[in-house]
């Protein structure tokens, strides 16, 4: 029984790399703890770079909105790190071994272990179609056996762990962590007597489970291993867990406190420590895993003698009327089912507009506004790149410095990832940006005119970048402008505004040909009143979207 060799390094992002300085601005940026119910000043445990664990999937089926949505919400976070010039080791881990995957794989005649592949190459193509930058390292659990078991001795060691053994005194597989042991445990989600930052905490708090809030938790079954009766403490949870009948053989492994499997939340805390060593910055996942996941792992860390982590940070939840989005409860809607009526960039869109805190109410609107979005974007991209001569390179906009950033954008970001703020100040930029472009046929220094509109342009695409969302970046690029087919410019809508637009503005020149400037004029009025802007140049009228 040995580990799988150290994954490689794949992180391939280039933001990272080419801001070789800390920003002045990362000074600023201040950060939401779970802990302390608080936003404050992050500083890095180690100068100038950033060590975050995010809990990944596990892999017992696809992979549905709600799940991509924390990849994206955490996604953004790692950017803005970057952006601001830190190295960032991002870990996100891969459960490949529990009870819904060995039970669903035996109900569909399938190898544990094929499903867990199946699946996990399912949630990679999600990543990458939404663009969410590969990770450092993705450890699946069962490469880490080894890891877990002798993180389990060291607990045993410290007295804060225990082996359930039968009626001869062998072993029997079942190892608990003593809770009544760890004085501090509960002190992730059962909070002290401390006011709360904002709203967005309180709907956390009052949705997501918790010491505090105990009793049936839909969304997060109890494990059967913790419902035994051999447990001390009915707070007590599995560190390590004997194997069910119906286990596979290749499920189980050999150990010195007997034959089984792990526990739910001992792989997080063996991968974090292989991968981050003592103490790292961030640890991050959904809302849902607060308690009890979390919770427990920082138990068990801390008791091995290890620290965790600096500040736990949680993305909550897509709802649909505003209930959590969750196949157990039959409103998950699967990435592909959403990927086949809208565009990648306008999903991912939509799962990042609003702050990784808030809940994200999934609807027709919802997708219908980030298909505006992308339209304005693309529109203004495609407008002042032919105006200026070409686009920057993206080696020019990854390169872009977040001190070099508009400061509206900046301190939107600054402020625990405010990404709606960040989006409003996007949409400034475009405004401005479309203004200049109006105004340039009739600037007599063109060149310096230009100057202004490239500046404006480099702004927009490094700032939708931080966001994932430069549309001249891949994955987007390499599907076309639109990230994927039938989106943007070439979408169905975009055709059909484009004819319709373009059949107003011919019978408008016809008008204006004739002398019937009142007829021209009405049409401009009333294309303006439906949020369409109409700018002549020598070359012809072209349209935006305001």
Not at 79 to 95: I, S
Not at 330 to 335: C, F, I, K, R
Not at 373 to 390: K, L, P, T
Request: hydrophobic share 40%; net charge negative.
């Amino acid at each position: 029984m040995t580990n799988t060799q150290e994954p490689q390094n794949i992180n391939i992002s280039s933001a990272a790399t080419a801001v070789d300085a800390v920003a002045s601005a990362a000074a600023d940026l201040k950060l939401y703890d779970t802990a302390s119910h608080a936003v404050s000043n992050f500083t890095p445990i180690k100068p100038g770079q950033v060590g975050m664990y995010v809990c990944g999937a596990t892999v017992q089926s696809s992979p549905h909105i709600g799940h991509i949505r924390a990849a994206v919400a955490f996604d953004v976070v790692r950017r803005w790190f970057e952006r601001l010039g830190y190295k960032v080791t991002f870990v996100r881990n891969v459960t490949d071994i529990d009870d819904k995957i060995l039970d669903k794989a035996a109900a569909a005649g399938q190898q544990w272990w094929e499903r867990a592949y199946i699946y996990e190459r399912e949630f990679t193509e999600a990543y990458n179609t939404l663009g969410v930058e590969p990770p450092t390292y993705e450890p699946r659990a069962t490469g880490h056996m080894i890891d877990m078991i002798d993180l389990i001795k060291q607990i045993i060691d410290n007295g804060h762990g225990y082996v359930v053994t039968d009626e001869n005194g062998n072993p029997t597989g079942n190892v608990y962590f003593d809770v009544a042991s760890w004085p501090h445990y509960g002190e992730l989600t059962h909070q002290k007597q401390t006011a709360v930052a904002d709203a967005a905490s309180e709907v956390a708090d009052a949705m997501g489970p918790s010491v505090d809030n105990t009793g049936n938790d839909k969304y997060n079954p109890v494990d059967p291993a913790d419902m035994s009766e051999d447990k001390h403490d009915p707070r007590d949870f599995a560190l390590w867990k004997a194997p069910k009948d119906s286990d596979p053989l290749d499920a189980r492994w050999n150990t010195p406190f007997g034959t089984g499997r792990p526990g739910w939340h001992i792989e997080c805390s063996a991968m974090s420590h292989r991968y981050l060593k003592d103490m790292f910055d961030i640890h991050g996942g959904g809302l849902d895993l607060r308690f009890p996941h979390h919770e427990n792992e920082m138990a068990q860390t801390r008791a091995a003698g290890y620290d965790s982590a600096a500040r736990w940070m949680h993305s909550a939840w897509v709802t649909a009327k505003g209930e959590k989005m969750s196949k157990s409860l039959g409103n998950g809607l699967s990435v592909p089912a959403v990927l086949a009526e809208n565009s990648a960039w306008v999903v991912r869109y939509a799962l990042g507009s609003v702050q990784y805190r808030s809940m994200l109410e999934w609807s027709d609107q919802t997708l219908t506004e980030a298909q505006s979005a992308y339209d304005r974007v693309s529109n203004f991209i495609e407008r002042a790149g032919a105006a200026v001569g070409g686009q920057p390179s993206r080696e020019e906009i990854v390169s872009v410095s977040a001190d070099d950033l508009p400061t509206d954008f900046v301190a939107a970001m600054n402020d625990d990832i405010n990404v709606s703020g960040a989006s409003a100040a996007i949409f400034t930029a475009i405004r401005s940006g479309n203004t200049l472009l109006s105004k340039l046929a009739d600037r007599v220094d063109s060149d310096v005119a230009k100057d202004e509109v490239r500046a404006v342009l480099v702004n927009v695409r490094a700032m939708l970048d931080t966001l994932g969302l430069d549309p001249l970046a891949e994955p987007w690029v390499s599907e076309g402008a639109a990230g994927a087919a039938g989106a943007g410019a070439d979408s169905a809508e975009h055709t059909a505004l484009d004819r319709l637009v373009s059949e107003q503005l011919e019978e408008r020149a016809e008008a204006r040909k004739a002398k019937d400037f009142a007829r021209a004029d009405a049409i401009r009025d009333a294309l303006g009143a439906a949020g369409i802007a109409i700018e002549d140049t020598p070359q012809g009228p072209t349209w935006t979207l305001k």
